[in-house]
């Protein structure tokens, strides 16, 4: 069973602090990751996307692959009360052109005013 | 907004009624993927249309079943409708191709089914 894991949280961080969440996977044909937002009653968004070992900046938004460890993590910096949603971790497999993405069940995040 | 639209929004059918979902995928992608969400958990791949045909399979049973138009909209079809089958169900738009760079998946809004 191809898994990725999350802690569901909630994860409670004050207004202005770094958020960080945290996703591991099992399957080591994983290559590609994202990390989508979900507020209540919504479809995911779509937030960043990695691929390569390493950081990817865009914003307050930080991803960070370690493929070796498998582990994918988001650090959001100067948390805002509208970034108070759940956070889904998905990985791809890049195998025969087929991009099904395997979700893990998310975390709640909620940034304290 | 990422231009993916789905209807109806909301839905509710009786335990083993039919019910047919529709997805218009962002201009100038090529491929559907269609996601069951249950409460409380992440998307449940269910599978993926590319040029008018299935491109792989989640575990589902044959009673979901699928179609791509040309213009690549899609229609994901539930035969039987138990209980479990209630939940938010996604499509997402994407581009495949020989030199897409990009595996990313843009979700519309989904319809929320409930089955009784």
């Known amino acids: 069973q191809k898994e990725v894991e999350q802690n569901s949280g909630p994860l409670s961080v004050p207004e202005g602090a770094i958020a960080s969440l945290n996703c591991t996977y099992s399957d080591r044909g994983s290559q590609s990751f994202f990390w989508y937002r979900q507020y209540s009653g919504k479809s995911p968004e779509l937030i960043m996307s990695i691929y390569s070992n390493g950081d990817k900046e865009d914003g307050r938004f930080t991803a960070q692959l370690n493929k070796a460890s498998q582990y994918v993590s988001l650090l959001i910096r100067d948390s805002q009360p509208s970034d108070s949603a759940t956070y889904l971790c998905?990985?791809?497999?890049?195998?025969?052109?087929?991009?099904?993405?395997?979700f893990g069940s998310g975390t709640r995040l909620q940034v304290q005013p | 907004e990422t231009g993916v639209t789905q209807s109806p929004t909301h839905l509710i059918k009786t335990r083993g009624q039919q019910v047919t979902l529709r997805c218009s995928s962002q201009s100038g992608h090529n491929t559907v993927s269609w996601y069951q969400q249950a409460l409380g958990q992440g998307p449940q791949f269910i599978f993926q249309?590319?040029?008018?045909?299935?491109?792989g399979r989640g575990n589902f049973p044959p009673r979901f079943s699928g179609l791509q138009f040309p213009n690549y909209s899609s229609e994901l079809n539930v035969n039987a409708l138990e209980l479990d089958d209630s939940a938010l169900y996604l499509c997402?738009?994407?581009?495949?191709?020989?030199?897409?760079?990009?595996?990313?998946?843009?979700f519309g809004p989904g319809t929320r089914l409930t089955v009784t």
């Open positions: 998905a990985a791809c497999p890049m195998d025969t052109g087929r991009r099904a993405l395997t």
């Open positions: 997402a738009s994407s581009l495949a191709g020989l030199r897409d760079a990009s595996y990313e998946q843009y």
């Open positions: 249309y590319y040029r008018e045909e299935e491109n």
